[in-house]
Every structure is written in C-alpha cells, then in structure tokens.
C-alpha cells in the first residue's frame, strides 16, 4: 500500500510543476506593443503652389482607429470641415482668396486619442495670358491644274485653350485680301481655280476668345490640258470698273454681275432714252456695288430684242442665250450634262448645278454654295413692279436674250434651299441681275 501511494503522489506533485513552468514562460513574455494611430494628408504635397481660382482635391488617410473616428480638416486653424464617412476628402475651392501660403490640417479622432498631418499650400496670382490659335494649312494636292479639284485642309490648327471643335475657320483663295468664305467650323473645303498662277493662300483661325491669327501658304496651279476659252483674258474694264472672266467648259463668263448706267429710284420705270438705266437692290446705291445693278429686259438688251445680242455687255460681249445658259448648266452639274433633256425643262432641274454656281458667302440658313467653278452667283434678290425688292440672301434671278411672242423673257433662278437652277419665263418689267459671255 506504501508503494502504491507514493507513486500516485509523486505523479501529482510532476504534474504541478509542469503547470506552474509553462504558466511562468507565458507570463515571463512581454506585453504586446499598442496599435499605432496616424493621419496622413496624400493629397496635395507639402508646399503645392495654386493659381487663385482652382479647387484643390484634398485628401487624408487614417489607420489605427475604429469605426467611430471623425477627421476634420483646418485651414489656418479655422475647421473648414468634418466627416465621419471614407474616403476622407474636401474640396477647396480658392476663388476669392488673397495670394499667400496657408496652413492646411487634418486630425483625425476618437475620444480620446487625436492624430494630426500637416502641409503648407502657396496660392498664387499669375495671369497667364491667353494665346491665339495657330492655323495650320495643309493643301490636297499640293500643286495642279486648272482642273483640279484642291482640297484645303485647316485640321492640324490648335489651341492653347479650345479644342479644334471650338475654333472656326475661313479662306482667302487667291490670296487678293478679299475672304472668300466666311467663318465656319468646317475644317476642310474644296476649290477649283479658273486661271493658271501662283497663288498665296491665307487662312484665318479664330478662337472662343475672339482672338484670331493667319497664316499663308502657296500654290502654284498650271494649265490645264484643254484649251482655255478666256486665254490671256484675265480681266476687263467697263464703264469705270473692272469685271474679271471666269472660263466654264468651252465658255468664258463675267465673274460679276453687270454695274453700269445710272441709278433710278424704283419708282421711276426704266426707259429707251439713249442712257443705261439701272436700279439698286432697297434704292440703296451700295447695293449695286455688292451685288450688281438690276435690269428690266428691254433696258439690258439695250431695247434691241435679239437673242444672242450684245445689250449693254461690253464691245465683244453679249447677253447669254438659253441655249448657252444650258450648256453652262450642263457643264456644271455632276449628274446632267450637257445636252441632257433634263436642261429642256421648266422650273427647277439639275442635281448640284446650283450649288456649284452659287457664291460661298451670303447665302441665308446654310445655303451658301461651293463655287466650285468661280461662277460667284451672290444671293442679290430682284425687283418686281407691284412687288418692290425682295429676295435678299435668299435667291437671284439671271435675264436670258430669249423673249417670247408676248411680255414675257428666258430667265434663270438660284435658291438659298435648292440645289438645282430654275428655267422660267418671267414678265420683262421684272429687273433681274444680268451676266455676259464672250462671244
């Protein structure tokens, strides 16, 4: 029995020990190192400088806290603003502040430990002034033909400020100081040349600032391999002006409307008393300048009512027949050409005739022409007796030298909203806007 118990006894006794050594190990161990609470402002740098005006994006993180942490951010120790919620951010806006540097705090806490970051901010005053834009020409070809079709190109332009889309555009062709487009978005157009020469191409670039800037470029555009019907005829003086010529197909044409006689009010009628007598679009005489004088029939032909006859065009011109108004039509047109029946009828025919003849400047919503063939036919209304003016920006009318058995003449018609060219008979005590051709 003695040896039973002590064995029992002894085993006990080991069994304490074990217990109270491995207890005196865990409690011999260091306590475990605190969490560390921080702030920290990421966003913007320390000593970021600011133009007046802008909104800083600010940003801080925190670590070490618990859910119920608030951040609050100061400038110059004036809490501009408190936030429970992640990500923990606030914009300044900067608008109406003085130059200078600024203090910039966060403290993030949760009673009652507090953790801080700050930063300096530098906020500035420079202007920087504003830029014009810089147009970029870029001409498709780079040399051809009086045939050829150019495509000129403004989309390498750019701006400081405006995207491309902002900037508008417009062209001088020839490169004579008179803008041959008006100002538009459109960064690429096509124009064809009449005559052979070096031509200094300029286009002019402005910005939603209003602010604008031009550049040039050459061109040099050769002869065409066909023949060319106003050769060494480049322009004529008439009656104290200069008209220049404009070779279409086998035809050649004034480029202006006629401007010669004397200035009526449109009350008195035009008559056969040995003068040229002319009205002007509102009896406003600046009007003839722009458009060109209006012209009852009988005044244009000079009251020599012959088809093909020269009128009051200059010695080795005439007033166009109906028949050469169709083969310039068919020329012109992309679709009819000439001698297609589609010339042979009345009101409005053709596909793009119109439009290739109709100046690129004046025209009302959006109905500017291309001018493809240097034509120019201006938006220069008319004048009807019991009607007065009208039409303006919106249509003109061209005589024909053909007259029926009564009152009525041959006529053309161009449209603001029609691409095609108008065929009509109209009264002859209408004044409509006149052309020649070379006879």
């Known amino acids: 029995m003695k040896n039973k118990y002590g064995h029992i006894i002894l085993a006990f006794t080991l069994a304490l020990i074990f217990v109270f050594n491995a207890c005196k190990k865990e409690n011999d161990g260091e306590d475990p190192a605190p969490v560390q609470k921080s702030c920290e402002i990421v966003n913007p740098f320390d000593s970021s400088q600011v133009q007046i005006g802008e909104i800083i994006s600010i940003e801080a993180v925190v670590s070490g806290f618990g859910q119920t942490v608030l951040l609050a951010f100061s400038i110059d120790s004036t809490q501009v603003f408190e936030t429970g919620e992640?990500?923990?951010?606030?914009?300044?806006?900067?608008?109406?502040?003085?130059?200078?540097?600024?203090?910039?705090?966060?403290d993030a806490f949760e009673d009652p430990v507090i953790a801080s970051d700050e930063i300096?901010?530098?906020l500035i005053d420079t202007i920087i002034p504003l830029q014009p834009p810089v147009?970029?020409?870029?001409?498709?070809?780079?040399?051809?033909?009086?045939?050829?079709?150019?495509?000129?190109?403004?989309s390498g332009s750019y701006d400081q400020e405006d995207s491309l889309t902002d900037l508008l555009f417009r062209w001088d062709y020839e490169g004579d100081g008179e803008w041959d487009t008006e100002f538009s978005n459109i960064t690429a157009l096509e124009h064809k040349y009449v005559h052979v020469g070096h031509y200094h191409v300029r286009l002019e670039a402005m910005d939603s600032d209003s602010m604008t800037a031009d550049t040039v470029i050459s061109l040099v555009?050769?002869?065409?391999?066909?023949?060319?019907?106003?050769e060494g005829i480049i322009s004529i003086p008439y009656g104290g002006k200069v008209?220049?010529?404009?070779?279409?197909?086998?035809?050649?044409?004034?480029r202006e409307n006629l401007d010669i006689g004397v200035m009526l009010n449109s009350a008195d009628p035009q008559s056969n008393n040995q003068v040229i007598e002319k009205y002007c679009y509102n009896d406003d005489s600046t009007n003839c300048?722009?458009?060109?004088?209006?012209?009852?029939?009988?005044?244009?032909?000079?009251y020599i009512p012959l088809q093909g006859g020269k009128g009051i065009c200059p010695v080795g011109w005439h007033v166009p027949g109906d028949d050469e108004w169709k083969e310039l039509e068919g020329t012109v047109d992309t679709q009819f050409g000439v001698g297609d029946p589609e010339w042979d009828k009345s009101s409005f025919r053709g596909y793009d005739a119109g439009?290739?003849?109709?100046?690129?400047?004046?025209?009302?919503?959006?109905?500017?022409?291309?001018?493809?063939?240097?034509?120019?036919?201006?938006?220069?209304?008319?004048?009807?007796?019991?009607?007065a003016f009208t039409g303006e920006g919106e249509e003109t009318h061209f005589w024909s030298s053909m007259h029926d058995s009564g009152h009525n003449a041959d006529s053309r018609a161009l449209q603001y909203d029609k691409d095609g060219i108008s065929r009509t008979y109209?009264?002859?005590?209408?004044?409509?806007?006149?052309?020649?051709?070379?006879?």
């Open 135 to 154: 147009p970029v020409i870029n001409i498709i070809p780079e040399a051809g033909t009086t045939d050829t079709i150019f495509t000129f190109d403004a």
């Open 120 to 122: 300096t901010i530098i």
């Open 86 to 106: 992640t990500p923990y951010e606030f914009s300044w806006d900067t608008d109406g502040w003085l130059p200078g540097t600024y203090m910039l705090r966060a």
């Open 243 to 254: 008209y220049h010529t404009v070779p279409v197909g086998n035809q050649c044409w004034l």
């Open 289 to 302: 300048e722009k458009y060109g004088g209006l012209y009852m029939w009988n005044e244009m032909m000079n």
């Open 355 to 387: 439009k290739h003849l109709k100046s690129l400047l004046g025209w009302a919503s959006g109905g500017n022409g291309n001018n493809l063939y240097g034509f120019k036919a201006l938006a220069a209304g008319y004048w009807e007796s019991g009607f």
């Open 221 to 230: 555009v050769s002869h065409s391999v066909n023949p060319d019907p106003c």
């Open 426 to 439: 109209q009264w002859e005590e209408a004044a409509f806007s006149v052309r020649c051709i070379k006879d």
